[in-house]
T-cell receptor
Framework: KAGVTQTPRYLIKTRGQQVTLSCSPI?????VSWYQQTPGQGLQFLFE???????NKGNFPGRFSGRQFSNSRSEMNVSTLELGDSALYLC????????????FGPGTRLLVL | QKEVEQNSGPLSVPEGAIASLNCTYS??????FFWYRQYSGKSPELIMFIYSNGDKEDGRFTAQLNKASQYVSLLIRDSQPSDSATYLC?????????????FGSGTRLLVRP
């Protein structure tokens, strides 16, 4: 069974721009969660989608948004990029909600200049 | 405030020794506990999960859970240099009607040949 895939793997943007990241979960997994990982803050939960609905949300500003499609694929959008948004963005999928084991994708490394 | 605490390390052990990694959490009502391994520049990889008090063994790995004392630990027997990585403890907290997976900051393990 193929694992979680994320595109693109690397991205360079400038302040003020916006970015869209994509995640395809493991086949059969309907829950997709997004995380931001930085050296200073560690791994922080952004939000979770299940059946095209946002079910859980972390403490991030409204510039961070996401959506999930009927095939469970998910996208995350960050608008008006700031230097502090430079991070590894990880997507994880699981069969149900966050009670279940999550499997991570390889991540998208975003650099904001 | 839901918290997961880990000693950042590095924890240095000789090859063949037992490495003991510890994690404490703040919410007595937490139900699910996970250990992930993360190599530098890679995404987290699930090692084990544990739901019930006591020990759970999988190969060289043993997870131990003590809900009364609110700690979970990971023992790695016969440590190998390839085990050198950061180990992340994650705890599933129930908040209102939803769940959030909170990660500790990780313990860096160094296995010396």
């Amino acid at each position: 069974k193929a694992g979680v895939t994320q595109t693109p793997r690397y991205l360079i943007k400038t302040r003020g721009q916006q970015v869209t990241l994509s995640c395809s979960p493991i086949s059969g997994h309907r829950s997709v969660s997004w995380y931001q990982q930085t050296p200073g803050q560690g791994l922080q939960f952004l939000f979770e989608y299940f059946s095209e609905t946002q079910r859980n949300k972390g403490n991030f500003p409204g510039r961070f948004s996401g959506r999930q499609f009927s095939n469970s694929r998910s996208e995350m959008n960050v608008s008006t990029l700031e230097l502090g948004d430079s991070a590894l963005y990880l997507c994880a999928s699981s069969t149900r909600l966050l009670r279940e084991t999550q499997y991570f994708g390889p991540g998208t490394r975003l650099l904001v200049l | 405030q839901k918290e997961v605490e880990q000693n950042s390390g590095p924890l240095s052990v000789p090859e063949g020794a037992i490495a003991s990694l510890n994690c404490t959490y703040s919410d007595r009502g937490s139900q699910s506990f996970f250990w992930y391994r993360q190599y530098s520049g890679k995404s987290p990889e699930l090692i084990m999960f544990i739901y019930s008090n006591g020990d759970k063994e999988d190969g060289r790995f043993t997870a131990q859970l003590n809900k009364a004392s609110q700690y979970v630990s990971l023992l790695i027997r016969d440590s190998q240099p390839s085990d050198s990585a950061t180990y992340l403890c994650a705890v599933n907290f129930r908040m209102d009607s939803s769940y959030k997976l909170i990660f500790g900051s990780g313990t860096r393990l160094l296995v010396r040949p």
